[in-house]
């Protein structure tokens, strides 16, 4: 797609301004790191489209914040105070979940996304946001937590204009099948190949 152009124009009646305008549904998945990073990056320039973005953060420890989420918040505030941008809600659906999985049993988890999703459905549904971010929303319906068919009839379905951009390893078959648009990240080299821990202002 050299310049933005697309390779082939489809016969579908719709005029490339009505095309252009289609909302997505968009998944970022793979082993290689970066696909929290470009969805945020995608709903900083939805914000600066003056749109309202909802995003969800379905795996990462309500007691960790990152770096991401302190820009999107001052963004929003940065929209109530002067009416610049998009409004921005920010919501972490578990409760307290990390990758060492010391708070909460399986079953605490699994309620917490399955209520996270009710949530998020409940939004699609009146049509709450422009923008939502599932982040590492791919874990839940892998472990059986959120039914992947629930997923894919909702956003299939889903009514006016809201895009979705969905983050996670092992996306669902059935999810990258409807999908608009999917982008799977590569594992190719990184420093924590070498033992080294993450970094500030690069993994936080």
Do not use: C
């Amino acid at each position: 797609m050299p310049q933005g152009v697309p390779l082939t124009v489809p016969d579908d009646g719709l005029t490339t301004k009505q095309r252009r305008n289609r909302p997505l549904v968009m998944v970022h998945t793979g082993a290689g790191k970066g696909k929290s990073t470009a969805a945020f990056g995608m709903a900083m320039r939805a914000w600066n489209q003056g749109w309202d973005i909802g995003v969800f953060q379905f795996v990462k420890s309500a007691k960790w914040r990152i770096g991401e989420q302190t820009v999107l918040e001052r963004l929003a505030e940065l929209h109530d105070t002067t009416g610049v941008g998009g409004p921005v809600e920010w919501h972490k659906m578990g409760s307290g979940w990390s990758w060492s999985r010391k708070e909460g049993s399986d079953d605490d988890h699994a309620a917490d996304a399955a209520e996270g999703w009710a949530e998020v459905k409940r939004r699609i549904a009146e049509e709450r946001h422009d923008l939502y971010v599932l982040d590492e929303f791919t874990y839940p319906m892998k472990w059986g937590w959120v039914d992947v068919d629930d997923v894919v009839e909702t956003l299939s379905n889903r009514p006016g204009r809201q895009y979705v951009v969905i983050t996670g390893r092992h996306a669902d078959p059935k999810l990258v099948e409807i999908a608009d648009l999917v982008t799977e990240m590569q594992h190719v080299k990184h420093p924590f190949d070498n033992g080294q821990k993450g970094q500030r202002g690069i993994e936080w």
